[in-house]
């Protein structure tokens, strides 16, 4: 068993880094309660489900099995649970009801998409990734981010946003949903047994950037601050 | 092949573009709110520099304003009285033989116009603290509780050490007057005090002046929190902000109430600009 993972991680080693730094942005958000915070809830919450699926995923990528569907599942609960941290931000009542109507939305887009790339549900082995339902999380994602930014400048709260938790943990789903945005859909055609699509090193970007994100959001927690979060 | 080429160059130019844009993204909103703050802050600035203009100006007008009052009671007002008085000492002379009630009612006039000369006087002298002027603030505070000594059952003591200290602005003494004169009528009238401690401390930098009280005292937090402090508090805050001065209170233990304030140091310029003493009036030169 520890050598399959062990060859895994010599094979794969940016998606095997993918999976373990996970633990850092858990491990910090533990250690400074950050989880007192609503939206750092829900990012504790993220983690521990995305950092068991991902070593579910890692077994099965480990000896050899198609591991997709767990991939598939995490889609509509990464984009609930992170949409959620900016229903607990946003200031305008209008914009957390569009998140909760996004969250609603997206994830009947996503049953669309998940049946029309798998007709056939009990065919495991050829299961495939969902074709636009990764495109559009990314497109609303960024579309949060970006409009928190927005009520961040006009709302001038921050005295200094280098040391604001929040900002980091945007940060890194810019970058990270940046990248994925043209790189998702192709990665359905990727990631199969058959007649697959070979991108080469930007088959990895992915997993970089997810790594980066996923430093961002232990930088962030870092600085988050239980004494300054009661004050507020 | 070649599509599988295009494709990845394809894939790798908008993966490129759209993280320069997120990277330019990030550092926008470091950068612009940075400036914003910055501006924000000027900005505040701006309008507290105003703010303590128009207080400046309106306190420098009432000041102005009880100048030319001062002025006009000393000037008009006491002449006529001075003149009636005379006017009333000849008829008294002329009257001597006429009866005994013509007598008695002209004694009694000139008693009253004399009651009355006393009153504007006091006025007046009140209106503007002439004492400050020409003596400084040690003077003029031993004026001031020795009146009020002699209309109150009052224990008033007062130490200072401005004897060897040079003389401060105009603005900054009449400032530290006032304020004194607003804590000290405050304790006669609100803490039921018995005896005022004036205390007057001038050094190379700092002016501190400390009234205590052996009154009721009061809490100055519940004050601020329930918006109770009335227009004396504010008066002397808004006056202490133009000096760039500050005021704590404190509530010892023992009962009463202290009031410190700390105004910083402005020496006198040689030329006094506008003098206090409301008895001069400017020649006209023609």
Redesign the interface.
């Known amino acids: 068993m520890f050598e399959g993972y062990l060859s895994f991680c010599q094979r794969q080693p940016i998606a095997s880094v993918s999976v373990f730094i996970t633990i850092i942005p858990i491990v910090v958000i533990w250690y400074r309660r950050a989880f007192i915070d609503p939206a750092f809830k829900l990012l504790f919450v993220y983690l521990i489900l995305k950092l068991c699926i991902d070593l579910v995923m890692f077994h099965y990528a480990s000896i050899r099995v198609n591991n997709i569907l767990y991939y598939n599942i995490g889609v509509p609960i990464r984009y609930t649970l992170l949409s959620g941290m900016f229903y607990y931000k946003m200031d305008m009542k209008i914009f957390k009801t569009g998140i909760l109507i996004s969250v609603g939305l997206f994830i009947l887009f996503f049953i669309w998409d998940f049946l029309h790339v798998n007709p056939l549900l009990s065919d495991l082995h050829n299961h495939r990734m969902v074709l636009y339902a990764t495109t559009l999380e990314s497109l609303l994602m960024l579309f949060w981010v970006l409009l928190f930014f927005h009520q961040t400048i006009q709302a001038l709260k921050i005295p200094n946003i280098l040391t604001f938790p929040f900002f980091w943990v945007c940060s890194g789903l810019l970058l990270y949903y940046s990248t994925t945005l043209f790189i998702a859909p192709i990665l359905s055609y990727t990631e199969k047994w058959n007649n697959k699509i070979d991108i080469g090193f930007l088959q990895h970007i992915p997993y970089i950037f997810e790594s980066i994100s996923m430093i961002l959001f232990g930088v962030g927690t870092w600085i988050f601050s239980v004494r300054y979060y009661a004050r507020k | 092949m070649l599509e ?1 080429d295009e ?2 160059w394809a ?2 130019i ?2 490129m573009a ?2 320069m ?3 330019f ?2 550092l926008f ?2 950068f ?3 400036r ?2 910055s501006q ?1 802050k000027k900005l505040r600035e701006v309008e507290k520099d105003y703010q303590r203009l128009l207080l400046d100006t309106a306190l420098n007008s009432e000041e102005t304003e009880r100048r030319r009052i001062a002025q006009d009671l000393h000037d008009d007002i006491g002449t006529m009285l001075s003149l009636t008085k005379l006017s009333l000492n000849q008829l008294s002379k002329l009257i001597v033989d006429s009866g005994v009630k013509e007598d008695q009612i002209m004694r009694k006039s000139q008693s009253l116009l004399e009651e009355t000369i006393l009153h504007v006087r006091r006025i007046t002298r009140d209106l503007v603290p002439t004492t400050l002027e020409r003596f400084g603030l040690a003077a003029a505070i031993e004026e001031f509780i020795s009146k009020l000594e002699e209309d109150n059952n009052l224990k008033l003591s007062f130490h200072s050490n401005t004897e060897d200290a040079p003389r401060q602005s105009q603005k900054v003494e009449l400032t530290v007057y006032r304020i004194m004169q607003e804590l000290v009528n405050n304790s006669i009238k609100h803490s039921q005090c018995s005896q005022i401690e004036i205390n007057l401390q001038i050094n190379s930098k700092i002016i501190r002046l400390l009234v205590t009280d052996n009154g009721i005292g009061f809490d100055p937090e519940m004050i601020k929190e329930n918006n109770l402090a009335g227009l004396g508090l504010l008066g002397i805050e808004s006056r202490l902000a133009i000096v760039d001065g500050t005021i704590t209170y404190e509530k010892p233990v023992i009962g009463g109430c202290k009031a410190y304030a700390q105004i910083p140091v402005v020496p006198a310029a040689a030329t006094k600009p506008e003098p206090l003493h409301p008895f001069r009036r400017e020649k006209a030169i023609i």
Request: charged share 15%; aromatic share 10%; glycine share 0%.
């Open positions: 599988s494709l990845k894939l790798l908008a993966t759209m993280l844009m997120a990277f993204v990030i909103v470091m612009y709110q940075k914003q703050l924000e």
